[in-house]
């Protein structure tokens, strides 16, 4: 058996990712227990199960816009542009003057 994911992460991001990964399973359950119990309203023409059901999938719309968001943020590589761009490559914008 090979490594697994939280042996190549430090404890630190293993064990966010686990707990992201539980409170992403429990939401729906969370939610559909809410409204089973008439704390989430029904609202014509959608059903007290369904707006549950419809709010879950718009928190996790939100929650993986977020977590992108964040995670471009700590993660994202800083470029070192060590050659000029394309356009002076190509001689362009280096028109000779006569």
Known sequence: RGPSVCDQLSPFHCF????????TALQP??????AS???????PPLSSKTRSQYMSVQLLILETFIITVVT???YRKQ???RTPPL???LGWGHEKKT
């Open 37 to 43: 119990s008439g704390q989430i309203a029904c609202a």
């Open 16 to 23: 966010w990712s686990q707990v992201l990964l539980i409170l």
């Open 79 to 81: 470029v070192t542009r």
């Open 29 to 34: 359950a969370i939610l559909s227990i809410l």
């Open 72 to 74: 471009r943020m700590y």
């Open 87 to 89: 356009a002076f490559s």
